[in-house]
């Protein structure tokens, strides 16, 4: 897979900026075996607690998706962002005080410790390897209006096989 085309990334970042909309990089983090990495938030977060989520986060203020993307990564679990190899996923959804934003969600690559993540234990209580037959695991604590993460790695792993 050749990866993403970064002309086509910041037209897209500029379009929704232009809409008013905050930007947000996910990280659908693939390993070796095909298997995707999601960490579990903690019971005391204010936004879905107890729920499977991805890596990522907001991009600040004058900061570009890709490199957001690549801090996110590194800031939640210590890896360095090898290569996003694919735009999986992108949905417009509000934040609780009411501000606008647009999510993307990429499939990467990354390097260093795959075993061991340094997550941010005070934000999240587990992690781990999802493979196909794992999916159902990210429905749990959702209702049935809020699978968008069971939906994106769903499609991940489809469109990774």
Partial sequence: MEGVDMQQLHKLQEQAEAEGKECVAGAIVLNGEGKIFVQK?????????????LVGGHVEPGEQLYNALSREIEEEAGWK??????LVATFDW?????????????????????????LE?????????????????????????????YEIVKKALATHA
């Fill in 41 to 53: 938030r903690s019971l005391q977060r204010r936004v879905f607690p107890g729920c499977w989520d």
């Fill in 81 to 86: 962002l090898r290569r996003a190899i694919a």
């Fill in 94 to 118: 509000e934040a609780a005080d009411g501000r606008q934003r647009r999510e993307f969600d990429f499939l990467v690559e990354v390097e260093g410790d795959l075993e061991h993540p340094r």
């Fill in 121 to 149: 234990w005070s934000k999240n209580s587990e992690y781990r390897w999802i493979s196909p037959t794992d999916l159902n695991l990210l429905k749990d604590n959702r209702t049935e209006y809020d699978l968008v993460v």
